[in-house]
C-alpha cells in the first residue's frame, strides 16, 4: 500500500516538547541510553532465568515447587523481553550499538523469538503507525480476537472478552512457532514488505529455532520426562503469554485510546502530527506503581515510550512531568488510568464492547 503520511505542519506540541526533555537530559548531564539501573536489573533478571532453569532441569524438587517455578520462569521471561529485550532492540540500552545489538540478541532469540523481524514489525511499523487499521501488526488478530471498530465482525467475537486470557496465554509459543515463520516464509509483516534478510540473519534465524528446540524442549523431556516437561513447559509459556499480552494491551487497546483505518486501495493521509497520533492511541496506567515500573520495563509509562523510543525506560518517570505539562499547555490528552486494575478493566470492557454486533 501506498505510505501514510502524517500532517506535521502544525508541529509546535513536538519541538516545544523535544526541546524541553533536551535541555532536562543537558542540563542533567545524562544520557539517554541505560545506566547502573538498568544494567543492574538486566543482570539479576537473566541471572535468575538461568538459575531458575537448571534447578528445575536438575528435577529435585517436588511437582507442585516445579510448577510453581515454571510460572516464576515464565514471569521472569516476560520481564526480560521488557527491561532488556526492549530497550536494546530500541538502541536504547546502552550507548554502543554493539552491546546493544547483543543484548538484543540474547534477550530476544535467546527467548526463541527474533530480533531482525521484531525491529521492524515494532520499531518502524507499530511506532510509526500506531493503532492504524490495516499496517499496525499488533492488533491485527482479527478474526481472533477483534481490537478496534473497523476490523470485520464474527459472531465468535460477542464472547472474546471471555477467552481473551486463553488467547494471550498462547501468544509467547504463537509468536516463536507461527508468526516469525509466517513472516520468514512470506517475506512480509502483516501488509507491509518485510526488510530483506542477509545470509547472516537467515542462520540466525535458524540457530534460533535449533537452539530454543534443544534447550526448552528437547533437553527438558530427555531429562525430565515428557509429561513434567509439557505440564511445566505449558505453564512458563501462559504466564509469559499472559504477562507479555496484558502490558502491552494495556497500552493501546482501550476505552480512552483512538484508532485510525486506512483503506488499502487508496493513498491516505492522517490529518493530525506523528506527535499527537501518539497521545490519542497511547495510555499510561499505575505510574506511580513502582513493582509494576520495575517489571515491565517502564511499558506503563507508553506514551514517553512512543513519544521518545531511543530513550531508555529509566528515565520515563522523569520526563513525565515534562510531558504531562506540555500536554496541558497544547490542550492535548494525556491518556492514563492510576492503577494496573482500572486498566485492566477497561481492556475487558473495550474487548467486550467490540464483541457487539456492529
Not at 534447578?55 to 510453581?68: C, D, K, R, S, Y
Request: net charge positive; hydrophobic share 45%.
Amino acid at each position: 500500500m501506498s505510505k501514510l503520511q502524517f500532517n506535521n505542519s502544525n508541529n509546535a506540541f513536538f519541538l516545544s516538547l523535544k526541546s524541553e526533555v533536551d535541555h532536562y537530559f543537558n542540563s542533567q548531564g545524562k544520557k539517554r541510553t541505560g545506566d547502573s539501573r538498568l544494567f543492574t536489573k538486566a543482570a539479576i533478571l537473566l541471572s535468575s532465568a538461568i538459575i531458575l532453569y537448571a534447578v528445575l532441569i536438575t528435577n529435585i524438587l517436588p511437582g507442585w515447587a516445579a510448577w510453581a517455578l515454571s510460572g516464576l520462569l515464565g514471569f521472569v521471561l516476560a520481564s526480560i523481553g521488557f527491561c532488556v529485550m526492549h530497550d536494546a532492540n530500541h538502541g536504547s540500552f546502552s550507548t554502543s550499538q554493539k552491546l546493544n545489538d547483543l543484548m538484543g540478541l540474547i534477550s530476544s532469540n535467546g527467548l526463541g523469538a527474533n530480533a531482525y523481524f521484531w525491529k521492524q514489525k515494532h520499531n518502524i511499523i507499530h511506532h510509526t503507525y500506531t493503532n492504524v487499521d490495516g499496517i499496525d501488526d499488533d492488533i491485527a488478530k482479527s478474526p481472533i480476537i477483534r481490537q478496534c471498530p473497523t476490523q470485520k465482525w464474527v459472531p465468535a467475537h460477542r464472547v472474546q472478552h471471555l477467552y481473551l486470557p486463553l488467547v494471550y496465554s498462547m501468544t509467547s509459543m504463537f509468536w516463536i512457532f507461527i508468526m516469525d515463520f509466517t513472516k520468514y516464509f512470506s517475506r512480509r509483516i502483516y501488509r507491509t514488505a518485510a526488510w530483506k534478510m542477509s545470509l547472516t540473519e537467515h542462520l540466525i534465524f535458524w540457530l534460533t529455532k535449533v537452539y530454543y528446540v534443544s534447550v526448552f524442549i528437547a533437553i527438558p523431556i530427555i531429562v525430565l520426562g515428557w509429561k513434567p516437561w509439557l505440564i511445566g513447559y505449558l505453564t512458563m509459556n501462559a504466564v509469559m503469554g499472559l504477562t507479555l499480552s496484558f502490558v502491552f494491551q494495556l497500552a493501546h487497546v482501550l476505552e480512552n485510546t483512538e484508532f485510525e483505518h486506512v483503506p488499502l486501495d487508496t493513498s491516505k493521509h492522517i490529518e493530525t502530527a506523528w506527535a499527537e497520533h501518539q497521545l490519542r492511541t497511547t495510555s499510561n496506567f499505575a505510574m506511580k506503581n513502582k513493582f509494576v515500573s520495575w517489571f515491565s520495563g517502564g511499558l506503563n509509562y507508553q506514551i514517553e515510550h512512543h513519544l521518545f523510543p531511543r530513550v531508555s525506560h529509566v528515565h520515563y518517570p522523569a520526563i513525565s512531568e515534562i510531558v504531562q505539562r506540555k500536554c496541558a499547555e497544547f490542550h492535548l490528552p494525556y491518556n492514563q488510568y492510576e492503577t494496573a486494575t482500572e486498566a485492566l478493566g477497561s481492556h475487558f470492557r473495550f474487548m467486550r464492547q467490540l464483541g457487539a454486533k456492529p
